[in-house]
């Protein structure tokens, strides 16, 4: 099965600073990988989808980037609202897996 | 309003079944594929299936393939999950939650719309 790492696991950010989160795949997966962001309690959301498109009603600060098996999600001027996990998703193939998570924490 | 709405988690021993379900309103359900997607307490994601539009395809994740089935009743605007053979690593929050990609052309692009989630538990 495809492989999906992300990192770091955590990052802590104040407001106002800009953070990066990576999700490597273990396949070519060309731009078939989402981002999604969760809250504790909630389900996840579609943040962005094709690697790089953004979902509907998602915020222009976040933004996604890569292609092949490298892939960056980028949230500029984080907002106190961006506070969670954020995990990758690729929908190259069954089974469509998340990586592990990365937690964004207030500093 | 786009709502997924699970219910029919709960209790049950190993080895039992239990059959979820889940509502949806808001969109032209017959016109999307449905997912079901997994979540132990603390852990990530897992998905597990999914059912196209017409019910013509439907794949699982080798976790549960052969012991869960995927059905749908575009009729009732519903989503089925019947869990047979259950085991303790089974105990997760289940969600059902919507393909973002209208109709299928074989790939999948996203679950853009999620149900809050049902519990289910399976422990003697």
């Known amino acids: 099965d495809m492989q999906l790492t992300q990192s770091p696991s955590f990052l802590s950010a104040s407001v106002g600073d800009a953070v990066t989160i990576t999700c490597r795949a273990s396949q070519v997966i060309n731009n078939d990988l989402a981002w999604y962001q969760q809250k504790p309690g909630k389900a996840p959301k579609l943040l962005i989808y094709?690697?790089?498109i953004l979902q509907s009603g998602v915020p222009s600060r976040f933004r996604g980037s890569g292609s092949v098996t490298e892939f960056t999600l980028t949230i500029s001027n984080v907002q106190p609202e961006d506070f969670a996990t954020y995990y990758c998703q690729q929908v190259k193939s069954n089974p469509y897996n998340f990586g592990p998570g990365t937690k964004l924490e207030i500093k | 309003e786009v709502q997924l709405v699970e219910s029919g988690g709960g209790v049950v021993q190993p080895g039992g079944s239990l059959r979820l379900s889940c509502a949806a309103s808001?969109?032209?359900?017959?016109?999307?594929?449905i997912h079901w997607v997994r979540q132990a307490p603390g852990q990530g994601p897992e998905w597990l299936a999914l059912i196209t539009w017409d019910s013509s395809f439907m794949d699982y994740a080798d976790s549960v393939k052969g012991r869960f089935t995927i059905s749908r009743d575009n009729r009732k605007n519903s989503l089925f999950l019947q869990m047979n053979s259950l085991r303790a690593d089974d105990t997760a929050f289940y969600f059902c939650?919507?393909?973002?990609?209208?109709?299928?052309?074989?790939?999948?692009?996203?679950?853009?719309?999620w149900g809050q989630g049902t519990l289910v538990t399976v422990s003697s």
């Open positions: 094709a690697s790089s």
């Open positions: 808001g969109f032209k359900f017959d016109d999307y594929s």
């Open positions: 939650a919507k393909e973002s990609k209208y109709g299928w052309q074989g790939m999948i692009e996203g679950l853009d719309y």
